[in-house]
């Protein structure tokens, strides 16, 4: 199995090269993370392929590509230092993030989802996370400012605690939208935050209050 996934795990960073990212330092996460460790066995065959894979409660790991690309972003604006991500789910984003930034806090509104991301982490070693069961919606105040924050979930309008979060010269990734979305980057000058909409995506959402 090691060797095997290995392999696969270069092929899919060559077919995310192929798409664009450019990224040295996401690439060589991306391949040296076992993704496998991220979803149920009955899906593990299929876990190096550039899909997102359901991984119950509804919910999704996100598409490999978009990983990657949501990272990058984030470190081409110069986020650097403390992020939060809206959305564990799996805990992939979460282990990639960690191994590029020096903290990560991370809210998840599904108890069970947060759990099994917890143990994936620590089997990997990775113990600058926090985790907070919660809503998304709020951020994490007592934890922020955050130089980066990226929701992996899709929020029907800007979630304004996210903005209010950041610190100046701060980046937001959020997909934003219901049918049609679009991943969206805010980077925060003083009062103002400049606004890019950088593709079209497909995410679940990002659900409004209760937390399960
Ligand atoms: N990055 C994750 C994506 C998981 S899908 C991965 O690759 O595995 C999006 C996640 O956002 C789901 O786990 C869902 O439960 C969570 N979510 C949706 N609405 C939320 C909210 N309001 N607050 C916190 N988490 C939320």
């Given at each position: 199995?090691?060797?095997?996934?290995?392999?696969?795990?270069?092929?899919?960073?060559?077919?995310?090269?192929?798409?664009?990212?450019?990224?040295?330092?996401?690439?060589?996460?991306?391949?040296?993370?076992?993704?496998?460790?991220?979803?149920?066995?009955?899906?593990?065959?299929?876990?190096?392929?550039?899909?997102a894979?359901p991984i119950?409660q509804g919910q999704t790991?996100s598409?490999?590509?978009?990983?990657?690309?949501?990272?990058?972003?984030?470190?081409?604006?110069?986020?650097?230092?403390?992020?939060?991500?809206i959305g564990t789910g799996?805990?992939?984003?979460?282990?990639?993030?960690?191994?590029?930034?020096?903290?990560?806090?991370?809210v998840e509104r599904i108890?069970?989802l947060?759990?099994?991301?917890?143990?994936?982490?620590?089997?990997?070693?990775?113990?600058?996370?926090?985790?907070?069961?919660?809503d998304g919606w709020?951020?994490?105040?007592?934890?922020?400012?955050?130089?980066?924050?990226?929701v992996t979930a899709a929020a029907k309008e800007v979630p304004?605690?996210?903005?209010?979060?950041?610190?100046?010269?701060?980046?937001?990734?959020v997909p934003l939208g219901e049918q049609e979305q679009q991943l969206t980057?805010?980077?925060?000058?003083?009062?103002?935050?400049?606004?890019?909409?950088?593709?079209?995506v497909r995410f679940v959402p990002l659900v409004a209050g209760d937390i399960i």
């Open positions: 199995m090691l060797s095997s996934y290995k392999r696969s795990a270069h092929v899919l960073v060559q077919q995310l090269k192929t798409q664009g990212v450019q990224d040295e330092q996401v690439l060589k996460v991306m391949e040296s993370t076992p993704r496998h460790l991220f979803v149920d066995d009955v899906l593990k065959h299929k876990s190096y392929e550039n899909t894979l119950g790991i598409q490999p590509y978009i990983v990657a690309k949501m990272t990058e972003v984030l470190r081409q604006v110069g986020v650097a230092g403390k992020v939060l991500e799996s805990g992939y984003q979460t282990a990639i993030l960690a191994q590029l930034f020096d903290e990560v806090c991370s108890k069970a947060q759990w099994q991301a917890k143990r994936r982490l620590h089997m990997l070693d990775l113990y600058n996370v926090a985790m907070k069961h919660g709020q951020g994490w105040q007592s934890k922020a400012p955050f130089s980066g924050i990226i304004k605690q996210l903005l209010a979060q950041l610190e100046d010269e701060g980046a937001l990734i980057l805010f980077v925060r000058k003083g009062k103002q935050f400049v606004e890019h909409r950088l593709a079209p």
